[in-house]
């Protein structure tokens, strides 16, 4: 008996001990569940051959002393990282984004209460979206962690975003993501930048957060990006560098319940319950937009030419915006031939497609329950469809904050505004920049825009134009003039000395030896050192051959590029060594690094914009370059004129039309300047093929008189193509008459004018701030667009604040506008504001700052505005200009 019991005791200590031994081996993983685990070292393993020419490089690192929690989230990580990460960074880079963000993990008081999932897709990823990578996380760890210490984690998120609005501000800027160490350098940040740099803060502190975005807007002519954070088992909003003193506010609020789509990528294999665009091997496509708006499934059946339904058909929803038909999210049919995308209550275009055969079809959400689109053969018909598209209805939201709250918090604001501009105030102005350029035997024409343009960058281009020697100055003044604003806010000195130490010997006109011979900047790829590298790696007689005939660097890319489409789903470029290390890349970056390799050669090279196509000048002509798995184009002997109407305003491009090429069963609009006019098109040099003409007149309430002329181009035909816009239902009213009489102070206080010899005949917009709060910052920021947009319109855009402290931290005299075209006043006591609000006929209203008024030059009030308004720039262009 004693025996048995003696076993018995010891079978119930040995289960005990491997209980907990377990639990603890439990603990020591980061992906706690087996068969996710499981998934990813499968997926892993894939990655390690598809990066095996950068073995090596990347996976070394696990030869070092890890964790198995270091481990299982670098295998992560690599198991569902995009091509040009593999192809251009190191694993020491990645398994230190590892570590900190297990030490953040470990360290915030919050980190054991957020779930793995949570955890590997929205805190552990290096990357957000497309921006440049950096090591933010640990350069700023520190900083950040203190910021927080003793907070909650809904206190932490708040204070975070201060923090951000402390370092950034918004301004407009080019479509190349900044990373967000040189967003904070430069102190400004598109809105996908602001929003980039915010989650990569809140990441930091081991916060999940995740950047959302709406690709376009259904009700203007634009974009935006903000921030979501998960905050005790749900995921909230704000807006990106612009904080509030709640979650779920924002002055884009109202916009977003407008939208069509709201989206946002998780990195890595998904499982998770949130509603999905698409889920693929390596990343997932999230719906967010039910959080914002109200929705509605709309389901898409594809049929053949006998009703028969089709399957594996692309159905694109598209949006009209910026005068194209743009595609939300992209779809493949099921058996069924079915697709569905849950979207706004707002029209949408649907294009079906599958090899040479498409089909479309209008959809009106809120009262379409499917929509049939049946698959015909179209390519080279001429033929007319026009379609009146309405966007979802506007909603209104109640103000959240009380009184007190909104006054602390622009007193915040303000000071952190103060510590921003404190910085700025380093950078160089015109002066500032003039001294130097003087110092520096330099002339200051040509020196003063780029050390300006520089900002927080300025060290860099100063030092290295401080090295430059006598004879090579003009060189190296075309090669600063080469790159984008952007890139002078941003390139290092080892990138700029590469250029100019291994630049081809001038030739041919400075434009063109400038544009595409010394510059590294090619299309939208991070600047990279790329001369030294292709001289080191191709031998003297390979870069002979090369130089003798530029369509053998295309037959060695060929031969040693593999093409791959699938696995560079950011959309990010890899740098030209990134696609020489990897000997993989999309088409976009073998593209890019054709043209390098012929600059670093002495061959003249670009990628010709409208229509995408490599290009190396040889005799005096550009020669396409198709690189093997390109659409082949035929070459540009049509000629296509676009005849505009007479006495009508100038249509301009992406503003009032575009034009689309047939490729692969779609017209992808072709990249012309924006806001050219039609009147260049005459004699323009196309491809013989299938032409789709968009245009379009947005009205007032947001919908779109839309057009869409299709018309085949012949070979070495010569052909004009009448493009018209459809004329507007909606016509401008009068809202009011404004009192010309009234009395307006300047800033300064030393003087004053009256209205009427404001307005004269032209007319005015007057725009009444309060520069303490981010709506009307936006509005200054954008005062450049704004102008631009207002083309050769004569009058004046009036800045109006209705109080010294409305003014906030705004110095008139450094923002970088045109003479005596914008003037800043003060409306005292806001006697002209509430005047024309009872004009406009909203008396004993306070309306939102911005608020902006049309007057046109009889004093008549034509448009009146509230709050910050995405597209406002169109918007105004079509209230003064008439049609832009």
Not at 489 to 513: C, I, K, N, S
Not at 624 to 634: H, M
Not at 635 to 663: F, H, I, W
Request: proline residues 6%.
């Amino acid at each position: 008996m004693g025996s048995y019991h003696f076993l018995r005791t010891g079978r119930v200590f040995i289960s005990f001990l491997l209980l907990i031994f377990l639990a603890s081996c439990s603990q020591d993983h980061l992906i706690q569940d087996p068969s996710y685990l499981n998934q990813v070292e499968k997926d892993f393993a894939t990655t390690k051959k598809l990066a095996s020419r950068r073995a090596g490089e990347l996976f070394d690192v696990f030869g070092g002393r890890l964790t198995q929690q270091e481990r299982e989230g670098l295998m992560f990580l690599y198991a569902y990282m995009p091509l040009n990460d593999l192809a251009d960074y190191d694993g020491a880079f990645f398994l230190d984004h590892v570590k900190y963000s297990l030490r953040a993990r470990q360290e915030m008081r919050w980190g054991d209460s957020i779930p793995e999932e949570i955890f590997l897709h929205y805190v552990l990823p290096y990357r957000v979206n497309n921006e440049n990578l950096d090591s933010f996380r640990m350069v700023y760890y520190d900083e950040i962690k203190a910021r927080v210490e003793g907070l909650s984690l809904e206190q932490a998120v708040l204070e975070i975003n201060h923090w951000c609005h402390e370092k950034v501000a918004y301004q407009p800027a080019d479509i190349r993501t900044s990373s967000p160490m040189n967003t904070v350098k430069n102190a400004r940040g598109r809105c996908g930048e602001e929003s980039t740099f915010t989650v990569a803060a809140l990441r930091t502190a081991g916060i999940p957060a995740r950047q959302v975005y709406v690709p376009r807007w259904a009700h203007t002519d634009d974009n935006h990006a903000w921030v979501e954070v998960w905050v005790h088992g749900h995921w909230h909003y704000l807006g990106a560098c612009e904080p509030e003193p709640v979650l779920d506010l924002g002055w884009f609020t109202e916009p977003a319940s407008r939208a069509m789509l709201v989206h946002t990528k998780a990195f890595g294999a998904y499982r998770g319950r949130e509603p999905l665009v698409k889920n693929m091997p390596k990343y997932a496509e999230i719906n967010c937009l039910h959080r914002y708006a109200v929705t509605q499934d709309a389901v898409v059946r594809v049929t053949d030419g006998e009703g028969r339904p089709v399957q594996g058909a692309v159905v694109d929803y598209r949006l009209y915006n910026y005068a194209e038909f743009f595609p939300l999210a992209s779809l493949v049919t099921d058996s069924a031939g079915c697709t569905v995308l849950n979207t706004g209550l707002g029209d949408l275009l649907i294009w079906a497609h599958k090899g040479d055969l498409y089909g479309y079809e209008k959809m009106s959400v809120a009262v379409t329950d499917t929509l049939q689109v049946q698959l015909n053969s179209h390519k080279g018909e001429e033929s007319v469809t026009e379609l009146d598209l309405v966007p979802p209805p506007p909603r209104k939201f109640p103000n959240r904050l009380t009184p007190a709250q909104e006054e602390e918090n622009a007193l915040r604001l303000q000071h952190e505004d103060s510590i921003r501009l404190a910085y700025t105030a380093t950078f160089f102005d015109s002066t500032r920049a003039a001294a130097w350029a003087a110092g520096h035997g330099y002339p200051a024409d040509r020196v003063v825009p780029l050390l300006v343009k520089s900002m927080g960058n300025h060290p860099t281009i100063t030092a290295f134009l401080e090295k430059v020697p006598d004879p090579q100055k003009r060189q190296v003044l075309l090669l600063l003039e080469n790159i984008s604003d952007k890139d002078l806010r941003d390139v290092t000195g080892e990138v700029l000395q590469d250029h100019l130490d291994h630049a081809p010997p001038p030739q041919e006109t400075e434009e063109d030896y400038g544009r595409y011979l010394l510059s590294p900047r090619v299309a939208n790829e991070q600047l990279t050192p790329y001369r030294a590298f292709f001289l080191k790696h191709f031998t003297q007689e390979e870069q002979k051959t090369f130089r003798e005939d530029p369509e053998k660097v295309a037959a060695w890319i060929n031969e040693n590029i593999t093409l791959d489409e699938k696995d560079n789903y950011y959309d990010v470029p890899l740098t030209p060594p990134g696609v020489f290390a990897l000997r993989l890349a999309d088409r976009h970056s073998r593209k890019i690094f054709f043209t390098a390799l012929c600059r670093t050669l002495g061959i003249p090279a670009r990628l010709e914009p409208s229509r995408d196509v490599a290009q190396y000048r040889h005799g005096g002509s550009w020669q396409d370059v198709f690189l093997k798995g390109d659409p082949v184009l035929p070459g540009r002997t049509a000629l296509l004129t676009l005849q505009t109407e007479k006495n009508g305003a100038v249509p301009r491009y992406y503003v009032r039309y575009t034009l689309g090429r047939y490729v692969e069963g779609v017209y992808t609009t072709m990249e012309f300047p924006f806001r050219m006019e039609a009147t260049s098109f005459v004699n323009m040099p196309m491809d013989p093929g299938a032409y789709l003409l968009v245009t379009g007149q947005r009205q007032e309430d947001g919908s779109v008189l839309a057009r869409m002329q299709f018309f085949p181009l012949q070979e070495k035909e010569k052909r004009t193509v009448e493009l018209k816009v459809r004329k507007s239902f909606l016509r401008p009213h009068i809202l009011g008459h404004i009192s010309e009489d009234a009395d307006l102070k300047t800033w300064t206080g030393k003087g004053q004018k009256k209205l009427s010899g404001i307005l004269r005949k032209e007319g005015a917009v007057l725009c009444w701030i309060d520069q303490r709060k981010e709506p009307s910052r936006h509005l200054i920021n954008e005062l450049p667009d704004i102008l631009y947009a207002l083309g050769s319109w004569e009058g004046k855009v009036v800045i109006l604040v209705t109080g010294e402290e409305e003014k906030g931290t705004l110095d008139p005299g450094s923002l970088s506008l045109p003479p005596g075209k914008v003037l800043f006043m003060e409306d005292p006591e806001g006697v002209l504001l509430q005047h024309v609000t009872e004009a406009a006929g909203r008396a004993g209203e306070r309306p939102d700052r911005p608020v902006i008024v049309v007057v046109d030059g009889k004093g008549e009030i034509t448009d009146f505005m509230e709050g910050y308004r995405i597209g406002l720039e169109s918007r105004l262009a079509r209230d003064v200009v008439r049609g832009d």
